[in-house]
């Protein structure tokens, strides 16, 4: 389930970018399964869910290559075998950065992007997902709350999309100020359906560390207010917008949905239907009024990766603090404990984005030509077109 | 003979195809190549948005008719077009008469006024 919102991003992701960049777009999603997946399976679980370093990084090396894990051996103290349990991390891992993908779309060197990808996933996934979530990570023993990846996902990779975005530089059309429009709302839609979908397994799935010896009870919760949070979003989006243009869009409702997902993603399991509910419409407001700030203040995250993955996975990390009555109930501390978190996230992704950027920068350059970019990546990258309507 | 070649609104194909069978000989079977087209004129352009911005895009789409007809039609081709197209709005579209020095019938390989 989580594995199928590779492909609705994609779609989510595509249809909202120009037709001679549609594949490419895509194309960044899907080659995230490619490459993350084969970088999870050798290292990237060690790396994460290892014997823990310091409480910085995981490792062991048995669980290279996953060598040291045999297919009938149990996760912990849960009913899940272990293989099971890597697999389901390791979809997270994939989507995490392919959600980068969104602020640099229409202009980043597919080669860079897939070097990025794999350091990336390496050097800041893994450690951070470490640090929330490996019971030896020192943001877990803290008591940082992080249900299903606000924080070790979104706040990661909307922070990173920004540094990146900067780096990367907008795109020329979009300095001179032309319209850009999407080419296919429809596959956009299709996308955020996929997405919505995929979600309760990203959000309900994520019960699997809760519970034991089974997810259960929190798995019942997290599908609550994930679904709760997602139409609160979309309801709250449609006003907004109703109330700022007289327009209720459909890439509106699709973003915030989207929204609303991210928002809960790290409260899922933690919150209240009802403040889940509040949290979906809160956010909702606010990752709408950022990506309205974004046009006024110039950047091009073109697909709003952090308006609304970074925008909205800080908000719901920092109101599970406020929100949260299991495992702990929501306090001031709490509210703390979570910014300690979010700023540790923050400050990570960012650096390590641009450490990574800037090398790869050097080395290959991070855009594609003017030529490539005024043509489209299509073509010159992949050699493909993504329609060929007029074909019989 | 003539090319008759039309730049009309999209909405309004079906009613100019009807005008046209009621004054040309074939009735229902007259031919006619139809494209989509996209194009700048006196209209302002519509509004669309996207993520919340406001953006006019200046170019409109339009539907291109283009019929070959023999000189004795021309005008009542001319006045079908109109019957079926016009709104009384800016954005009806244009008609354009353009002569036409020879027809092929590519199955029979017949030309000229009978090949239309």
């Known amino acids: 389930m989580v594995l199928l919102m590779v492909p609705g991003l994609a779609l989510f992701y595509g249809g909202m970018v120009r037709r001679k960049n549609v594949l490419t777009t895509m194309m960044m999603s899907f080659v995230a399964m490619a490459v993350v997946g084969v970088q999870w399976v050798l290292v990237g679980y060690a790396l994460s869910f290892g014997q823990s370093q310091g409480g910085l990084i995981g490792w062991d090396p048995a669980l290279l290559a996953l060598q040291g894990v045999p297919h009938t051996k149990l996760f912990g103290d849960k009913a899940i075998p272990e293989l099971v349990f890597v697999m389901f991390q390791g979809k997270f891992a994939i989507i995490t950065p392919a959600l980068i993908s969104g602020a640099i779309a229409e202009r980043m060197r597919f080669r860079s992007f897939l070097a990025f990808t794999l350091l990336w996933t390496t050097f800041v996934y893994c450690p951070l997902a470490h640090w929330v979530w490996a019971e030896g990570g020192w943001l877990f023993k803290l008591g940082v709350l992080d249900f299903a990846g606000g924080t070790v996902v979104h706040i990661a990779a909307g922070v990173s999309a920004l540094v990146l975005a900067l780096m990367v530089g907008a795109r020329r059309d979009v300095e001179k100020g032309h319209v850009i429009l999407p080419n296919n709302l429809v596959l956009t839609l299709t996308g955020a359906g996929l997405l919505w979908f995929g979600w309760f397994g990203f959000n309900a799935g994520s019960a699997v560390a809760a519970d034991h010896p089974v997810a259960g009870a929190v798995a019942g919760l997290a599908f609550t207010t994930t679904q709760s949070a997602a139409a609160a979003a979309g309801l709250a989006w449609m006003m907004v917008e109703r109330w700022h243009h007289g327009k209720v869009t459909s890439l509106g409702l699709a973003s915030g949905i989207v929204a609303g997902l991210v928002a809960v993603t790290p409260a899922a399991g933690h919150i209240h239907p009802a403040a889940a509910l509040l949290l979906g419409a809160s956010a909702s407001v606010l990752c709408y009024s950022a990506v309205q700030l974004k046009g006024r203040l110039g950047f091009d995250d073109s697909l709003d990766a952090f308006g609304v993955h970074g925008v909205g996975g800080i908000w719901g990390a920092l109101m599970v603090g406020a929100l949260c009555f299991t495992p702990v109930q929501a306090s001031l501390e709490q509210v703390g404990k979570q910014a300690l978190g979010v700023a540790a996230a923050a400050v990570f992704a960012g650096l390590g984005t641009f450490v990574i950027a800037h090398g790869l920068k050097r080395i290959w350059g991070l855009r594609v030509s003017e030529q490539q970019e005024r043509e489209g990546l299509d073509l010159h990258v992949h050699g493909e077109r993504g329609y060929h309507f007029d074909q019989v | ?116």
């Open chain 2, 1 to 116: 003979m003539k090319m008759i070649i039309a730049l009309i609104r999209p909405e309004c194909l079906e009613a100019v195809e009807e005008a046209l069978a009621k004054v040309l000989d074939e009735g229902d079977n007259f031919r006619l190549t139809i494209d989509s087209v996209e194009g700048r004129g006196r209209d302002a352009g519509d509004v669309e948005y996207v993520r919340g911005r406001e953006v006019r895009v200046r170019t409109v789409p339009k539907t291109r008719i283009t019929i070959a007809v023999n000189d004795a039609y021309v005008e009542k081709t001319i006045a079908a077009i109109v019957a079926g197209a016009k709104d009384g709005e800016v954005g009806d579209g244009k008609i354009f008469v353009l002569p036409v020095e020879d027809v092929v019938r590519i199955r029979t390989g017949e030309r000229g006024e009978k090949a239309i």
